[in-house]
């Protein structure tokens, strides 16, 4: 079959199936013999605009206030599952959030090309007792009700974006998002109303590189299915991959997985750019960081609080060492520690990756000598663990240059906005190499 075909081929199974199923359908759980298995997250980071987006557009068009928020405006954002169900979730948050907020008009759908849909794929989705709309307090995230997905068997489906569009009502104020999606959605301008139930692109004009308010979302999946989260910083979040390209490592190790396990695990990125395990020791929506808030402040609902969470495969120091003095080797030991005993306390497995270089990275604080021996250090320890987790992964010695200590060559050049890179993050051949470092029997037992 021609290549050129199979888009449209989908697009038109994806319609006569949904048609024939009806819209709007909705079950009260996942269904029988299965379970909720968080598909892909995007952690809440803080109120928007703090934080590291990277090629964004100028968004004063969609948001001309910051502390106003969303104006009666309607969003879609688009997002790639690492495995689709027959039935899914979303949650919603406004965890940095000022006031209530306050949704309706929320559908899921598939993507056909920008902020087209596929049409016939839309599906409405609902709140507690079937409610079209929810007010989420301050400080606090939702889960929608259950959505049939019938189409969702379709292997064609698989590796495809999902559209979340929602209608923010009235006044959002300061918007809890997620900074460096590597993904674009997109925006309605302000005092434009409800549009997310209309398969064209006509009511979205406005394009972001982030994404706002949604930070999970659950599918139904087959009993023994596992989600393993990928916690981290600006090397897990993907700074230097493609734009679009679904090429972070934890997508390419969510490829591997499904070609040679099966469709038995969803691999869900919990990296925020410059993310510290230590730093900040307080968090609030007054006194953001650009980093978020800590791994150790955030595990509880950017892991524990997911769906199936069987593994976490943590990476993470090189910022605390670059930005806090305080950040030692010791006191990084003792925080990897107390990181471990959280997660084992909830029967987690704790898989721990070894910090690539930084080395003369000309990123404020990263490139120095002091960092790279303190990176030395933690990796040394990470190696060496003496059974305190269980699994290792090696990223320094499937990045690194052993001549120049730093960052192979291959790696360097950045593969959204171009230019020589920054010698700390990697590019898609970088987080190739990283993805393809992961011994898949840590998981399962390769076909």
């Known amino acids: 079959m021609p290549k050129s075909r199979v888009p449209a081929l989908l697009g038109l199974a994806l319609a006569v199936f949904a048609a024939s199923m009806g819209r709007g359908s909705a079950e009260p759980g996942p269904g029988e013999g299965l379970i909720w298995v968080t598909s892909w997250a995007g952690s809440a980071q803080g109120p928007y605009p703090v934080g590291y987006p990277v090629a964004q557009p100028d968004l004063g068009y969609a948001f001309p206030d910051a502390e106003k928020g969303a104006r009666d405006q309607s969003f879609r954002l688009e997002i790639r599952p690492s495995l689709w169900g027959r039935a899914t979730r979303l949650r919603f948050s406004n965890v940095f959030g000022t006031q209530p907020l306050s949704i309706d008009g929320v559908f899921v759908a598939v993507q056909a090309s920008g902020a087209v849909l596929v049409p016939g794929t839309t599906r409405r989705v609902t709140f507690a007792q079937g409610a079209e709309r929810i007010s989420i307090a301050p400080g606090q995230a939702a889960w ?97 991959s493609t734009l679009n390209g679904d090429d972070r490592w934890p997508d390419v190790l969510g490829n591997r997985l499904h070609a040679a396990c099966g469709n038995r695990f969803a691999v869900v990125n919990a990296g925020i750019g410059g993310n510290e395990l230590l730093d900040p020791d307080s968090y609030s929506a007054e006194k953001p960081y650009p980093g978020g808030p800590s791994a150790l402040t955030r595990l509880q609902r950017d892991v524990l609080d997911l769906s199936g969470v069987a593994s976490v495969i943590w990476l993470e120091g090189i910022n605390d060492y670059a930005v806090n003095a305080d950040a030692t080797p010791e006191a990084m030991r003792l925080g990897m520690e107390d990181l471990v005993r959280q997660l084992h306390a909830k029967r987690v497995r704790v898989i721990a990756a070894t910090l690539p270089s930084a080395l003369h990275s000309p990123i404020t604080g990263h490139g120095t000598t002091t960092v790279d021996a303190a990176r030395k250090a933690q990796n040394a320890f990470i190696l060496h663990n003496g059974g305190l987790f269980d699994g290792v992964i090696d990223f320094d010695k499937a990045t690194l240059d052993a001549t120049t200590g730093e960052l192979r060559s291959a790696f360097l050049p950045g593969s959204t906005i171009g230019g020589p890179g920054d010698k700390l993050h990697p590019n898609r051949a970088g987080y190739q190499a990283m993805g393809y470092a992961v011994d898949l029997r840590l998981f399962c037992n390769p076909k």
């Open 144 to 240: 929608s009700e259950a959505v049939a997905l019938p189409y969702s068997t379709d292997p064609l489906l698989a590796g495809r974006r999902m559209a979340v569009s929602f209608h923010v009502v009235g006044q959002s104020g300061p918007m809890t998002w997620h900074a460096k999606a590597m993904t674009t959605s997109y925006l309605s301008p302000p005092r434009a109303g409800a549009h997310g139930g209309e398969d064209s692109a006509a009511a979205f004009p406005f394009s972001t590189t982030s994404w706002y308010f949604l930070d999970a979302v659950d599918m139904a999946a087959p009993e023994g299915t596992e989600a393993i989260v990928a916690l981290g910083d600006s090397l897990t979040d993907g700074t230097n």
